[in-house]
């Protein structure tokens, strides 16, 4: 028996690098090797945080009779679906088809050739058994038999119709989607639908940019104080398990928390007040303290189990609060934080559903309790480095830190965007990820290239400098050149990529945002900044499927919605021009960045009368064409607001800035 997952940059393959299963790591070796032995694949796909993946694994894999019945019939492959989701798009799609469910771990039988004939998800180890003589008993009595079906199973999946479009989404249609959203909107609790529930970060972006503050106000508010929210470290875990946020599934997850950072931040700039600034800063705080890896990259996630316990590391009794912070305090913290057996063996999940009476006394005990929680054994760490939740973190953290003026929160997108430059880019292709500074060997797909031009988008308009600007423009200009289907859509796989069963598309939001509906996003901007019509054309015809699912299923489209309010109101551009060492012109450009108007693109220069920044060393295409004929008014920085690049006159002052941007 040989393990080959030992050299893996996957902290979840490597977790499985001392099973006693002969593992193969996804590639051609592995379909050689089961079509040299005429047996089964046995599809094995997971990731680092998830603690079903954990249950088998310690049942089934590091079982040596199990072990050894996988590896005498069955080629046996392990996916991190997080370096592979193109793998696990197009498993997950066979085995809900097959078996009308989904998650993970996955466990898929397919021929040598790939194609699935058996999927499920979690098996017990008895059941796993079972399940393993039987499929090997089926293929050396009836190979022909199956071999059919899975031809048939990929058959069926290849011939299902994609999603129609329709035309660009008007205000009747997202008029409807609000509408549809309210149908199933949680009055009580927050959110929508029942138990388990996920945040709903993309359709909580779409209803903020729409103006509807109940149903966004009461689902951030009863996040923010339920127990989803670490109330001692910041950050929120995966989901709730309850439809009233009470206790979560515990594993952190960085795209999660870039999302929501994001919305928090922009409810803050809606109306959101305090709750809304302390959550987003927390959360960012939670980023740079637990997330930063050593080469300035933002790790994936934080496991839900310590010392083989879910949610350990978490939850407290009231006699752990007595002896951290003595009794009377102790008793005080149990009432504030809801400290009742909310959890399981008489411990509870930290609640704090509402304002502490006495902020002082606040402060003290929870500074106390997240200092002793810190000698506890930590959650294990996925550290490496995926480029489309990067992305995510570098959007959210530059933006957050203009509008809150925390620098440092800026130069953290700073640091992850040069990390995804210097690493992950080579001559415009993307790599998906890296671990140490050391680059993965798998592509970046359609998500990849769509949510880091979004990061460098933002990040130009918070800094104002053009080379992220440049970078993103590469960015998309493969998005448009080799992920495009052809109808205005756009594949979650590039032309020259591995070509599996099948090529794997879907615009509806999952736990981010769908592919297409981030690049359509990406593109608006950049055609907002640079007057490229190819760009905003792209973006109108990838939102064509928002129209499609906005009556019925606008849950599954909150990116694309959101991304159709800012095409429906322009979006607004604002050029703001002035020295850059000239606080007249900081405040002009904070004023902008601060407006709560959909989707808004800023374009910061120096108004020099050439490039934007005069400096003749980068080529004029660096510089978005927002700034061109752009200057101040005699001494004094300028901003223009513009729609499609036709401005209205130059102002000078904040309060004249606003006024034009809420015209």
Known sequence: MMNRLKDATSPYLLQHADNPVDWHPWGEEAFAEARRRDVPLLISVGYSACHWCHVMAHESFEDTATAQLMNEHFVNIKVDRE????????????????????????TVFATPDGHPFYCGTYFPRHQFQRLLTEVHKVWTGDKETVLRQGAKVVEALNSQTTLP?????????????????????????????????????????????????????????AMARGGMYDQLGGGFARYSVDPEWVVPHFEKMLYDNALLLRVYTHWWKAGGGELARRVALETAGWLLRE??????????????DSEGVEGKFYVWTPEELGAVLGDDDGRWAAGLFEVTGTFEHGTSVLQLPRDPDDPGRYASVRGRLLAAREQRVRPGRDDKVVASWNGLAIAALAETGVVFERPELVAAATDAAELLAGVHLTDGRLLRTSRDGRAGANDGVLEDYADLAE????????????????????????????????????????????????????????????GQYAAAGALL???????????????????GTVSVLAGQHARFAGWGLAVARAALDGPVEVAVVGPPDDPRTAALHRAALLADVPGVVVALGSGDGDRGTGDPLVPRRAYPALLEGREPVGEAPAAY???????????????????????
């Open 83 to 106: 370096e592979r989701p193109d793998v696990d798009a197009v498993y997950m799609g066979a085995t809900q088809a097959m078996t009308h469910q989904g998650g993970w771990p996955m």
């Open 455 to 514: 990061g460098l988008i933002t990040l130009y308009g918070v800094t104002g400098e053009a080379r992220w600007l440049r970078l993103a423009g590469t960015l998309l200009d493969t998005v448009l050149d080799g992920f495009a289907d052809g109808s205005g859509g756009f594949y979650d796989t590039a032309d020259d990529a591995e070509r599996l069963f099948q090529r794997p598309q879907d615009p509806t939001d999952n736990a981010t945002p769908s």
């Open 641 to 663: 607001v513009c729609r499609g690049f036709t401005c209205r006159m130059p102002v000078t002052t904040v309060d004249a800035l606003e006024a034009e941007l809420t015209a």
């Open 291 to 304: 997330m930063r890896t050593p080469e300035g990259g933002f790790a994936s996630a934080l496991d839900a």
């Open 165 to 221: 479009s329709g035309p660009l989404p008007g205000a009747d249609t997202l008029d409807r989607a609000i509408a549809n959203l309210r149908e199933s909107f949680d009055a009580a609790n927050g959110g929508f639908g029942g138990a388990p529930k996920f945040p709903p970060s993309m359709v909580l972006e779409f209803l903020l940019r729409s103006g509807e503050r109940e149903m966004s106000g009461k689902t951030l508010e």
């Open 525 to 543: 901007s950049y055609g907002a900044l640079t007057g490229s019509t190819r760009h905003r054309e792209a973006a109108h015809a990838a939102l």
